[in-house]
């Protein structure tokens, strides 16, 4: 038994210093990058308000490290309990093949989509929003450093989501690893406050259908728009996307300050009710 509890313990520790390191290392290297190191060459692609340290981005690394602590005691938990063995995980790629393994990529991207959208959008109803997301909203200009900054009871939704489709769809550990992966640096890259991609009709028409830096701005400006993790597909069915002008970053900033003050003389009910 005391194996056991130290083996459980070691798991915890080394799972929790890799998703850690993993957040440090990705938000930490990019928010140094664009807010720092490159920041007066890249000002013409900044979308958003400057962020402030002391109102947001202590609470967004405090948050995110909560968020790490949670996602590796419900791994450690998986891996060590009877539930790991009702997952469908597997290490053989010949088992069901490569054209498999790729197509279980996209498909688990899909469905963890799907799962995000609608809690994310069920967060935001008032009855949840205080308990589930408001640490997530402090920062009305989010960073790089925003990108795991979850509320105790949504880490746990966000981990067990993951969970869930380990238990219905059979998942090769690197393409475990290959979504996590993904997941890190879409995440970071959706709070970046920057528009990276020029201008033009391809990047246009991807703008139009995965989610990027101005989807997730105008969500922190407002509430009620852009709900979705990787793709617009839900958003666009309920009402939920608002068409943006990718041909002007300038214009993206101006009508998210403009749109947080008018939404900071509604009432909290009416900003983040579900229509």
């Keep these: 038994m ?8 070691a798991t915890g520790l080394t799972l929790f210093g890799i998703i850690l390191s993993r957040y440090f290392l990705v938000a930490g290297g990019l928010y140094w990058l664009f807010y720092h190191r490159l920041a007066k060459q890249l000002t013409r692609l900044r979308i958003q308000r400057w962020p402030s340290w002391q109102q947001s981005i202590q609470s967004d690394i ?3 490290m909560l968020s790490a602590f949670i996602f590796a005691i419900v791994a450690t938990l998986m891996v060590a309990s009877p539930v790991f063995e ?3 995980l597997y290490s053989d790629v010949s088992q069901y ?8 990529f996209f498909l688990m991207l899909i469905l963890q989509d799907t799962g995000f959208y609608f809690c994310h959008r069920l967060f935001h109803h008032p009855r949840f929003f205080r308990r589930f997301h408001q640490g997530h909203h402090r920062s009305q200009s989010p960073t790089p450093w925003t990108s795991f900054a979850f509320d105790l009871p949504e880490a746990i939704v966000q981990a067990l989501l993951i969970v869930a ?15 996590l992966v993904t997941m890190t640096i879409w995440s ?3 709070h970046l406050g920057f528009a990276l991609f020029p201008d033009s009709k391809v990047c246009r028409w991807l703008g139009q259908w995965l989610i990027g830096p101005q989807h997730h701005v105008v969500h922190h400006q407002r509430y009620r728009l852009h709900y979705g993790l990787y793709f617009t597909l839900w958003d ?13 970053n300038h214009q993206i900033v101006q009508d998210s300050v403009s749109d947080a003050l008018e ?3 509604e009432p909290i009910q009416e900003v983040l009710s579900v229509h």
Excluded: C, M
């Design 2 to 9: 005391d194996l056991l509890h130290h083996s459980f313990i």
């Design 62 to 64: 405090q948050l995110s």
């Design 86 to 88: 009702w997952t469908l």
């Design 97 to 104: 093949g490569i054209p498999y393994l790729i197509f279980s």
């Design 165 to 179: 489709i380990l238990l219905i769809l059979p998942v090769h550990v690197g393409t475990l690893l290959a979504v």
């Design 188 to 190: 970071v890259f959706n």
């Design 236 to 248: 666009r069915l309920l009402g939920t996307q608002e068409k943006l002008n990718f041909s002007s």
């Design 263 to 265: 939404l900071s003389k």
